[in-house]
């Protein structure tokens, strides 16, 4: 495992990364872990804009925020963000026959969250907000596939029609329960809090024309 104390905006770090694991303390630049594949990255501080950008294996796991544009693209492994992102969180994340990405963020979100989604999971936990939606504006624009997963007992504003908007069941929340624990695992939050708010999950309608086209079920 290798330590990088004290990063100030270097681009790119752990690019294409498969080993071995880093370490990192203090705010890298843009890109980091961008086409990872297999490495585990674990930042302690706050990270910039693509975050994980088209990341193919591993785990990034941030004690802090992120930028925009986290997991763009991502088609594999698993972001967990302990507080906010910006806009653009997981545009485009795509999954496949034995690839499945995952992001997770603790706080709050901007706007475009999961514009494109074509696979994988968005979990949303809001754990910065009361009372208001812990996503911006024109979530799930363009989505095709996959599932957010929102915290939340107000919904964004101006849902597109190709989204379909539901209470998750218990076997909604079956399905992320390993998700939510990891997160705890890793930042140590109280999985009995975190479930004591209810969730919404977000899926595209089986009308819309693009499924076919770029999703792997």
């Known amino acids: 495992m290798k330590n990088a104390v004290h990063c100030l905006g270097e681009r790119y770090i752990g690019c294409g990364h498969s ?5 990192l303390e203090g705010t890298p630049g843009n890109a980091l872990g961008a086409y990872l594949n ?3 990255i674990r930042l302690y501080g706050n990270a910039q804009d693509a975050t994980g950008d088209t990341m193919n294996e591993g785990t990034i796991v941030i004690h802090g925020s992120t930028g925009d544009a986290v997991g763009y ?3 594999g492994g698993a972001i967990y963000v302990r507080d906010n992102a ?3 969180a997981g545009i485009h994340m795509k999954a496949s026959a034995d690839k499945v990405p995952v992001l997770v963020i603790g706080g709050s979100c901007g706007s475009f969250l999961g514009e494109y989604l ?3 999971y968005l979990v949303v936990l809001g ?3 009361q009372g208001e939606s812990p996503v911006g504006d024109f979530c799930g624009t363009g989505m095709h596939g996959g599932k ?10 101006d849902l597109p029609a190709q989204v379909v908007v539901s209470r998750a069941t218990q076997e909604d929340l079956a399905e992320i329960m390993p998700i939510i624990e990891t997160y705890c695992g ?6 009995a809090e975190i479930m004591s708010r209810g969730f919404y999950v977000l899926t595209p309608n089986t009308k819309n024309p693009y499924k076919q086209l770029y999703c792997a079920n």
């Open 127 to 129: 754990l910065n907000t």
């Open 38 to 40: 297999g490495a585990s």
């Open 186 to 191: 890793h930042f140590g939050a109280e999985k």
């Open 73 to 75: 693209s991502m088609r």
């Open 118 to 120: 074509a696979g994988g």
């Open 148 to 157: 957010i997963y929102l915290r939340t007992d107000v919904l964004p504003n």
């Open 86 to 88: 910006g806009c653009r």
């Open 19 to 23: 080993g071995p694991d880093l370490i």
